[in-house]
């Protein structure tokens, strides 16, 4: 099972995507957890990442965590603005199993 895991800055507006990526998984019979958290308390679960998903909000940290985590085996990505905006959880989800 991937774990994949939203940073926003305050940990609340990836909450509903998170929501929407649930309900894309259940719908496509994919198995993964997904949560999200505030920048400030990503340690907490940096040892239960595959996936570390940026929101736009945050996109500016991309470098940082690639070079900080990606080492570590954790792919980091900044979701889509407009797959944000949009709460497109389905179209998120699929572009991380791409990935994988």
Same mark, same amino acid.
Request: proline letters at 2%.
């Given at each position: 099972?991937?774990? @994949?895991?939203?940073?926003? &800055?305050?940990? %609340? =507006?990836?909450?509903? %995507?998170? /929501?929407?990526?649930?309900?894309? &998984? ?7 957890? *997904?949560?999200? /958290? =505030?920048? =400030?308390?990503? +340690?907490?679960?940096?040892?239960? /990442?595959? @996936? ?11 470098? +940082?965590?690639?070079? /900080?985590?990606?080492?570590?085996? @954790?792919?980091?990505?900044? *979701?889509?603005? *407009? ?18």
């Amino acid at each position: 099972m991937k774990k @994949i895991t939203l940073i926003c &800055a305050a940990g %609340m =507006s990836t909450s509903l %995507m998170v /929501t929407k990526m649930k309900e894309a &998984a259940k719908k496509l019979g994919e198995e993964v957890e *997904i949560r999200a /958290t =505030s920048e =400030s308390k990503f +340690k907490q679960y940096e040892n239960d /990442t595959d @996936i570390l998903l940026l929101g736009p909000q945050v996109g500016f940290l991309l470098n +940082k965590y690639k070079q /900080t985590y990606e080492p570590k085996g @954790i792919k980091v990505e900044v *979701i889509d603005s *407009i797959d944000y905006g949009m709460m497109n959880g389905e179209k998120v989800l699929m572009k991380v199993l791409e990935k994988i």
